[in-house]
Each structure stands twice: as structure tokens, then as C-alpha cells.
């Protein structure tokens, strides 16, 4: 973009937001201020100015994010037309399968779940609508980055710091390069345990009228008794089915 069209501002507000995190909920301006890689003075302004537009709170020492921050994403719900498009289908998908069914995008090295449609029963199963995972913990992840260009999957790769959750998490760069490949080729990839013991998973590319792939549409199950392979004859086609009816629409 232009230079004259940037607004270092709203950059530095946006980092502060995005400062805080799981392990770091409350900090200190100080804290703040080496996340987000600003001056303790620069951090403390603009903490005192989102703590004035209700988008942080604070004890006086500490700082933390406001409920408030919660209308950005709810924005982005509200005002996108893909998961508006998207949730009827999955509504069928669950109607068909009984299973969650949800759509997915990638940012950076997560994934986010966008839209959801869940099944009630006492188990249930997914990620929540708008929640992240890192992206090769989830078979939507999985799809959504098979299907990059090959240079931009290298890239990823090379900057991903792997992270395990459970004996069955890919561990190294080399098998998730060889997972890639392998999902590339099928066009869908199952995937078991990979974040939550006993939690399975079945994703296809969402494509739009340009054959880009723009989203991943998954199902999430307990295993239960059921076969990895029977799982996955039990949903491929519906989820197939649903991704070509939507490929005009989104």
C-alpha cells in the first residue's frame, strides 16, 4: 500500500489487542509493551485509550482484555457472506451424519472456525464457533494448507513451530510434508487424535466458482467403534456432495 495511506496507530492499537493471549491474559504495561514491540510510555497510552473505548480493563497495575473485544470477531460473523452461505449446508450435513459439521479458514498458522452446526447429544464434539487451533492439529488445517501453491506450503513449513498434544500429533516437519502431499493427491484427509484423544476429523476443500480453494468444510466425531475407514465412507460423500453444491456460491 501507500505509504501515506498507513496508519501506525491503528497498527499499534491492533498489536496491543493481539499482545494478550492464554499464557499472557493479564501484563503490565511493561509487558505489553515487549509483545507488542513498543515503548512501556507508547503501550501505556494506548492501553488507557482502548481501557476508555471499553475494549480493555484494569486493576490499576494490571490489564486485561474488555468483553467488548468480543464484538470485532461478531463483526466479522455478522458482515461475511461465507459463513452466512455456508450454514444451511451444515445444517444438512449434521441432519444427514449426525456429526458437527463446521467451515474453516487459515490465518497465518491457525486455523479459525468460522461457522459451526453441532448435533445434541451428551458428547459433543468440534471446535466452538470462532475458536483457533494451530492448523496441522485439525483436518480442516490440514486441507486448507495441502492446497496452497507448493512454494507457499515451504514457507509455512519453515516457519511452523511444531507442537504436540497427544502421542498421535505429527511431530515432525518431514511427516507433515508427506500428510500434505497425501491430501493433495486424495482431495480429503481423515485425521484421529491429533489435538483431543478420542476426537476424529474429516475435511474437503471448499472452492469457489474459480476453483480456489477459499475454506475447508470438516466433520468432527468421537471414534467410538468405528474404523478410521468406515468413517470415512460414511462421510466423504455428503461432505463432497455439500463442497460441489457450494462451489457456485461462495
Same mark, same amino acid.
Given at each position: 500500500m501507500d505509504e501515506k495511506d498507513w496508519i501506525a496507530g491503528a497498527a499499534k492499537a491492533l498489536a496491543i489487542i493481539e499482545a494478550f493471549d492464554e499464557e499472557h491474559a493479564?501484563?503490565?504495561?511493561? &509487558?505489553? &509493551?515487549?509483545? &507488542?514491540?513498543?515503548?512501556?510510555t507508547a503501550a501505556r497510552r494506548y492501553l488507557l485509550t482502548l481501557r476508555e473505548l471499553g475494549y480493555v480493563?484494569?486493576?490499576?497495575?494490571?490489564?486485561?482484555l474488555a468483553p467488548r473485544v468480543l464484538r470485532l470477531?461478531? +463483526?466479522?460473523?455478522? +458482515?461475511a457472506r461465507l459463513p452466512r452461505t455456508v450454514q444451511p449446508f451444515l445444517q444438512r450435513i449434521t441432519a444427514t451424519l449426525q456429526e458437527t459439521a463446521l467451515v474453516a479458514i487459515l490465518d497465518e498458522h491457525d486455523v479459525v472456525y468460522v461457522a459451526r452446526n453441532g448435533v445434541n447429544r451428551a458428547m459433543a464434539v468440534g471446535f466452538v464457533l470462532g475458536s483457533r487451533a494451530p492448523a496441522p492439529l485439525s483436518s480442516a488445517g490440514l486441507v486448507l494448507l495441502a492446497f496452497q501453491a507448493p512454494e507457499s506450503i515451504e514457507q509455512w513449513l519453515a516457519s511452523y513451530p511444531i507442537k504436540v498434544f497427544t502421542p498421535h500429533t505429527y511431530s515432525t516437519i518431514e511427516r507433515l510434508r508427506e500428510v500434505l502431499g497425501e491430501i493433495r493427491r486424495n482431495g480429503y484427509v481423515v485425521t484421529d487424535q491429533q489435538l483431543?484423544?478420542?476426537?476424529r476429523g474429516v475435511a474437503v476443500p471448499l472452492r469457489d466458482r474459480h476453483g480456489m480453494v477459499v475454506?475447508?468444510?470438516s466433520v468432527s466425531m468421537p471414534?467410538?467403534?468405528? +474404523?478410521a475407514n468406515a468413517a470415512l465412507h460414511r462421510v466423504l460423500p455428503t461432505l463432497l456432495e455439500t463442497a460441489s453444491l457450494l462451489r457456485n456460491l461462495v
Open positions: 493479564r501484563m503490565t504495561p511493561t &509487558a505489553v &509493551a515487549g509483545r &507488542a514491540g513498543l515503548s512501556r480493563d484494569t486493576d490499576g497495575k494490571l490489564f486485561w470477531g461478531q +463483526s466479522y460473523l455478522d +458482515s483431543e484423544l478420542g476426537v475454506a475447508a468444510i471414534i467410538g467403534q468405528e +474404523s
